[in-house]
């Protein structure tokens, strides 16, 4: 298995890009989770401020 003599760097640099994918993707997930979590305490927030009228005309 060894007989390619850059066999290391390219399995380093495999490593290392499935590292930088993986926490990309960790990142998106994670600002996605906290966006919706803000995004759903304002529109309580706008409901409260309504005295929630806005059911009314929905």
């Given at each position: 298995?060894?007989a390619d ?15 930088v994918l ?31 009228a806005g059911?009314?005309?929905?």
């Amino acid at each position: 298995m060894m007989a390619d003599p850059h066999i290391g760097f390219v399995i380093a640099a495999y490593s290392v890009a499935a590292v930088v994918l993986a926490t990309m993707i960790g990142s998106v997930v994670f600002d996605y989770r906290r966006l919706s979590a803000d995004l759903d305490k304002a529109t309580r927030a706008l409901d409260e401020a309504r005295g929630r009228a806005g059911d009314a005309r929905s």
